[in-house]
């Protein structure tokens, strides 16, 4: 969408064109650099800057942001503070659809893409989680396939694993409804097996098009995700076995995304993808 009324027109050195989203802390924007090519930038709402724990908050999503290398993920381009003292963040702009909404317009992926985006979120993952955080909001919104593969965004409540500890339904789950482990819900540790966990619920539900813990409010899809077992359609080999391990209601039993990627790759290379 266009730039609205009191939308900068400069961000630092890049040229803002358009809107592209906003999140519960930040607009997104489509901009240029100086050589006009095409950026997105993330600048935390006016109405926040104001807020100290706000801002740390965003200034520790641009650390984890950078601390993550990988194809399957942004690169970050640059970061800063804007005159009236709002942190921005500067990534390449992915252009492609996210996984939410190509499911949602064409329904389940073929298996061809959809082994491609389970190898590639789950290389994604890896990398996340050998900087030493845990992304805690893998959903298909967040995965963007793009003509060069699936890339894995947003990285606003991503937390370094020393401080990964959860909220409770007392208070607030961290996540989004649906694509939480059942550790989230019931307050226990977050390590990169809840990644994991999302993983599987993805992987699911873009073999499907259905989450396999259905639909329903934040309560009652914390309820299933903690006592229900998962509905799964037909998968092919090896992501069967791979997104019912995922889904263990504990931790211990899930693969590692290096085990995902390695089990994946060699899947692939003995040519045992239908």
């Known amino acids: 969408m266009p730039l609205r009324a009191g939308d900068p027109a400069r961000i630092g050195g890049y040229t803002l064109l358009g809107c592209l989203g906003e999140g519960g802390m930040g607009t997104v924007y489509l901009g240029a650099d100086p050589a006009g090519r095409p950026v997105a930038v ?27 290398v990988s194809p399957h993920t942004a690169r970050v381009l640059g970061s800063g503070v804007t005159g ?20 949602g317009e064409a329904g389940p992926l073929e298996p061809a893409l ?35 593969g699936p890339r894995v965004i947003d990285f606003g409540i991503a937390r370094a694993l020393r401080h990964a500890t959860v909220e ?13 482990a059942p550790e989230q819900v019931t307050g226990g540790e977050v390590t990169p097996a809840a990644d994991i966990f999302a993983w599987g619920c993805l992987v699911a539900y873009a073999a499907s098009g259905i989450h396999p813990f259905g639909e329903g409010d934040p309560l009652t899809m914390a309820e ?21 391990r995922a889904l263990s209601r504990s931790p211990a039993p899930r693969p590692t995304a290096p085990e995902i990627v390695h089990t994946l790759a060699d899947a692939h290379r003995r040519a045992r993808w239908p």
């Open 84 to 103: 009236d003292g709002r942190p921005y963040l500067v990534t390449e702009y992915i252009e492609g659809i996210s996984l939410a909404e190509r499911v």
């Open 168 to 180: 409770t339904l007392t208070g607030e789950v961290v996540g989004s409804p649906g694509w939480w």
């Open 42 to 68: 993330k600048l935390l709402r006016r109405e926040y800057a104001a807020d100290p724990g706000l801002v740390a908050r965003f200034r520790a999503e641009v650390a984890h942001t950078r601390r993550v």
């Open 224 to 244: 299933r995700v903690v006592h229900a077992d998962p509905r799964l359609g037909h998968l092919p080999r090896p992501l069967d076995h791979l997104v019912r």
């Open 114 to 148: 959809l082994l491609e985006t389970a190898y590639g979120t789950a290389a994604a993952l890896a990398a996340i989680h050998a900087a030493g955080l845990v992304h805690r909001d893998l959903k298909p919104a967040n995965v963007i396939l793009s003509a060069a």
